[in-house]
């Protein structure tokens, strides 16, 4: 066993340390109070007509049911993952992983819960008051519930973590930071692995959400497009349509749930990659004497940078509830996008200036060459801002690319008059050329971030990305609740104003929701590139320089099946979803053909097997896919060893960041581009017209794209990752390349 010397600073400290950890946990029961408060306000709301409640009682139950059967596949996943866990790794480690798999679930089950709540209410809304201020507001109070959820419930769930192994393990103490060995010989620091541990939980469930909820919701949407408004051409969410109970279902359980525990996993990410690489510059420092490091980190210095992306992330929460109370409470104009990106800004602007004087208390007077801090106690901060900018500046980006108030989206509408093959085309180039201004974005943060603050600052970047989650996740899970909503307007045969106030809210939801997948992905990419170096960390020596050579002949190889890797598994969750598709349709058109009067209303469709259908092929198709990130990258490690998966995770990151930009982009772009055509925008072109039909088309191929793909990318390439640093430690020890090279060279 290594052992690190150091003085006992945790014990001096223990006030200071509690006292941050407070200020930890009250906002996360502050955010969770304000989330519960909202949640009751919403479902004290008049639901409607007879026929509404009716309606919105069928997308609740289809909802529920596929939540619950998607539950218990991953209960007896997470239960092999702990047992795994538990023999391989430690009991400690897999207690955190259930922990974050606890709170990763009850996210996106509350957020479903409250979704299927919210979109009968806003349809009333709309239809009581005509006003669209009104409407708005009742859509974000329900978005608001799972926005606050995210950020309460991962601060949550790593306060019980620091609280039970960091103080009542004593894993804080200094005699803790050390490189401990369990049965197998596997040497690893207790914290950090539980951290990877609490963050591999997340990601889990946020994965089976993503990718189940994306397969069921995008099987059912693009069954009633084809069929209903293509063939048949019947409006969007028209009662006649067989599939359009189970495509509003889905956009609770996909859209909601799925992006639910999807920002928090990233949140974690993020926060937890800033953590476990302060415990490894302190490893280093202390074995090289600073050499490596610029200096020593100080046992002063330690627990703050242990504690800094927590108590920033906390300031974020605080300035989160600011920003979400100051849109309900007051009077909305009819400028949804205003509206809400002034909520979103002053969340980023409050985040800026809380971490500002967080990071001044912390770090103020430090010895802080050790972590290479250049600019003194504001690098950290300064670190972190310049991650809330370039969340900011990628959000307004992806903006331009796919809001039809812009040139990209109106190019592709007016590409649908020659026809959908030009449709595709339109849409494939600007989803392509979107991807090269987001990524000299994500290089610039990573350079500046750098600069002031090392590797450190690069994380803490990714924190400052994600530290106004819950204000990001509040706008984009608006949109899917106003999509209900007008999907129940229509069902319900309400005023055509009803609907025209929900298709305009769910336009700019469209556009948010291209925005909060920007957010995801880029600081998806900023954690990744700490959790590798923490990798690389984990198999050096300490006294030993970081190098992974791209030019040996493994990590090259690692790198291009990496780089191939996100192509598979996004080419796996498409087919996925065309064969659920594929058998929606059927459906839709065998009750067309064997349900007399469907279509002229004098029948009632059956909705139930429709949702039986997506619910099957979602359960069916998403299991291989989801377990794909968790499997190659240790099975890799232990057929080739830690070289070898070093190259994979470089590989996976770069590719999966591009195309999940593009996918994102090329699918928001095709949505609002038909949103467009429907207003009337081009002469002679609305529903039912050539050009939309086209559009509904492009629309359609890039449903999967938008929406299950990209989505999907972000968590896959974290909880590869984690993974790996999970199992470096054992694979690093045990793998057949090893035995194999050993064994012939005797």
Request: charged share 15%; proline share 3%.
């Amino acid at each position: 066993m290594l052992r690190v010397k150091t003085k006992d600073f945790l014990s001096e400290r223990r006030s200071f340390l509690m006292s941050i950890l407070a200020l930890v946990i009250i906002a996360s029961l502050l955010t969770l109070s304000f989330a519960a408060m909202n949640f009751a306000k919403v479902k004290k709301l008049d639901e409607g007509t007879e026929e509404m409640v009716e309606i919105a009682s069928a997308i609740r139950i289809g909802a529920n049911a596929f939540i619950n059967y998607e539950y218990k596949v991953l209960l007896i996943v997470t239960i092999c993952v702990f047992a795994v866990l538990t023999v391989l790794v430690s009991f400690h480690t897999a207690i955190a992983f259930i922990i974050g798999a606890v709170m990763s679930a009850i996210a996106g089950y509350v957020g479903m819960k409250i979704a299927t709540y919210a979109n009968v209410r806003v349809a009333n809304e709309a239809r009581v008051t005509k006003k669209l201020g009104n409407t708005l507001k009742i859509a974000f109070r329900g978005g608001s519930v799972m926005g606050l959820c995210v950020g309460g419930l991962a601060l949550l769930g790593l306060f019980l973590v620091y609280i039970i192994f960091g103080i009542g393990y004593k894993m804080l103490e200094p005699e803790s930071i050390v490189l401990v060995s369990n049965w197998l010989g596997v040497e690893f620091i207790p914290f950090p692995m539980v951290l990877s541990g609490y963050a591999l939980g997340c990601s889990l469930i946020a994965m089976f959400n993503r990718v189940g909820g994306g397969i069921y919701t995008k099987a059912a949407d693009m069954g009633a497009d084809l069929v209903g408004k293509v063939e048949a051409h019947i409006p969007e969410d028209d009662p006649r349509n067989p599939a359009t109970i189970a495509d509003n279902v889905g956009d609770n359980v996909g859209d909601v749930a799925g992006l639910g525990s999807d920002l928090l996993e990233s949140y974690v990410g993020a926060i937890t990659a800033a953590v476990i690489l302060g415990f490894y510059l302190f490893l280093t420092s202390e074995y090289t004497g600073g050499v490596m490091t610029g200096g020593l980190i100080t046992t002063s210095l330690l627990p703050k940078l242990f504690l800094f992306p927590l108590v920033f992330a906390a300031g974020g929460l605080i300035a989160c509830v600011i920003g979400i109370a100051s849109l309900l409470i007051k009077k909305l104009s009819d400028d949804p996008h205003r509206e809400l990106n002034g909520s979103t800004w002053l969340s980023a602007g409050l985040t800026i200036v809380f971490g500002f004087f967080i990071t001044y208390i912390l770090f103020k007077g430090e010895d802080l060459s050790g972590v290479g801090f250049k600019l003194g106690f504001v690098s950290p901060w300064l670190a972190s801002a310049v991650g809330v900018v370039a969340g900011i500046v990628i959000g307004i980006i992806a903006e331009y690319y796919t809001s039809y108030d812009y040139k990209p989206t109106r190019q592709i509408a007016a590409a649908s008059e020659e026809g959908a093959a030009l449709t595709i085309t339109q849409g494939l180039g600007l989803g392509m050329k979107s991807c090269m201004a987001p990524l000299i974005v994500l290089g610039a943060a990573i350079a500046i971030s750098y600069y002031v603050s090392g590797m450190y600052g690069v994380a803490m970047a990714a924190v400052g990305m994600l530290s106004f989650v819950s204000a990001i996740v509040s706008v984009d899970t608006y949109g899917p609740i106003s999509d209900n909503a007008g999907g129940i307007a229509e069902m319900s045969k309400l005023d055509p104003e009803v609907r025209q106030i929900t298709d305009k809210l769910d336009s700019v939801g469209n556009t948010t929701a291209a925005i909060g997948k920007g957010f995801a992905i880029g600081s998806a990419a900023l954690a990744a590139l700490s959790l590798m170096v923490s990798y690389l960390y984990s198999y050096n020596d300490p006294s030993t320089e970081l190098i992974l050579n791209i030019i040996e002949p493994l990590t090259l190889v690692g790198l291009l099946c990496g780089a191939a890797l996100p192509f598979m598994f996004s080419g796996m969750l498409i087919e996925a979803v065309a064969k659920a598709a594929r058998r929606m349709v059927e459906e839709v058109r065998r009750q067309f053909r064997e349900i007399p009067g469907i279509l002229d209303g004098t029948a009632k469709p059956d909705y139930k097997t429709c949702i039986e259908i997506s619910s099957q092929g979602a359960l069916k198709e998403m299991k291989f896919p989801s377990l794909l990130a968790i499997v190659v990258p240790v099975a890799c490690g232990f057929l080739f060893g830690p070289a070898f998966v070093g190259g994979l995770l470089m590989g996976s990151t770069a590719s999966a960041v591009m195309l999940a930009i593009f996918t994102g982009n090329a699918g928001g772009a095709w949505d609002n581009a038909k949103k467009y055509i429907e207003t009337g925008a081009l002469e002679g072109q609305r529903k039912g017209s050539t050009a939309h039909d086209a559009a509904v088309v492009g629309d359609t191929v890039g449903d999967p794209l938008k929406d299950t793909v990209g989505p999907s990318l972000d968590i896959f390439i974290k909880i590869m990752s984690v993974v790996s640093l999970v199992a470096i430690s054992i694979f690093s020890k045990y793998n057949l390349l090893d035995f194999l090279t050993s064994l012939f060279s005797k």
